[in-house]
T-cell receptor, first 115, second 113 residues
Framework: EPEVTQTPSHQVTQMGQEVILRCVPI?????FYWYRQILGQKVEFLVS????????KSEIFDDQFSVERPDGSNFTLKIRSTKLEDSAMYFC?????????????FGPGTRLTVL | AQSVSQHNHHVILSEAASLELGCNYS??????LFWYVQYPGQHLQLLLK??????LVKGIKGFEAEFIKSKFSFNLRKPSVQWSDTAEYFC???????????FGSGTRLQVQP
């Protein structure tokens, strides 16, 4: 069964550094998402992406964050200048349909640790 | 803004016991409802979903959930749990017209053999 994959599984960085988290969505999916989960807290929506542009974003997704689909298979989340509070598990998800409601399939996550 | 409450944070059951995990949401409009499960060391997987129609939905591995609109609830049930059901269970809500899932805080289920 096709799966969403994410790399790396764990990223450690220094405060102020840029990080790029990578995701390979399921190949025929059209909608892509990033969520995060700070330790001990809820999974929170960051952004959704369709047709090469952001379709929806939360208040968490400020100017420090950006997303990109650099080629036909990857979907990336960039954090420009990391802060301690960016330490979290970041989940990528994808879904098939452009219209209507459908299921989001999640990747295994990248644990980001900012020191 | 939508919020989701899962009242049981940690549930411990013996095998063959019945399970019911509570989920309540705040937004009164049309919503789509999901239960996801995360087994130890694995990623979030969809258990079941409700979009419309029969409010009693059946998912994988013998799980079911009932949507009660008047109570803003979507409780997860299983008549007889197994040790392999040990996992964290997340309720999530999607408001119509949006793509963002709003998650509850999760319920950690521990099934003792």
């Amino acid at each position: 069964e096709p799966e969403v994959t994410q790399t790396p599984s764990h990223q450690v960085t220094q405060m102020g550094q840029e990080v790029i988290l990578r995701c390979v969505p399921i190949s025929n999916h059209l909608y892509f998402y990033w969520y995060r989960q700070i330790l001990g807290q809820k999974v929170e929506f960051l952004v959704s992406f369709y047709n090469n542009e952001i379709s929806e974003k939360s208040e968490i997704f400020d100017d420090q964050f950006s997303v990109e689909r650099p080629d036909g298979s990857n979907f990336t989340l960039k954090i420009r200048s990391t802060k301690l509070e960016d330490s979290a598990m970041y989940f990528c998800a994808s879904s098939l349909l452009a219209g209507g409601i459908d299921t989001q399939y999640f990747g295994p996550g990248t644990r980001l640790t900012v020191l | 803004a939508q919020s989701v409450s899962q009242h049981n944070h940690h549930v411990i059951l013996s095998e063959a016991a019945s399970l019911e995990l509570g989920c309540n949401y705040s937004y009164g409009g049309t919503v789509n409802l999901f239960w996801y499960v995360q087994y130890p060391g694995q990623h979030l997987q969809l258990l079941l979903k409700y979009f419309s129609g029969d409010p009693l939905v059946k998912g994988i591995k013998g799980f079911e959930a009932e949507f009660i609109k008047s109570k803003f609830s979507f409780n997860l049930r299983k008549p007889s749990v197994q040790w392999s059901d040990t996992a964290e269970y997340f309720c999530a809500v999607m408001d119509t017209g949006r793509r963002a899932l709003t998650f509850g805080s999760g319920t950690r289920l521990q099934v003792q053999p």
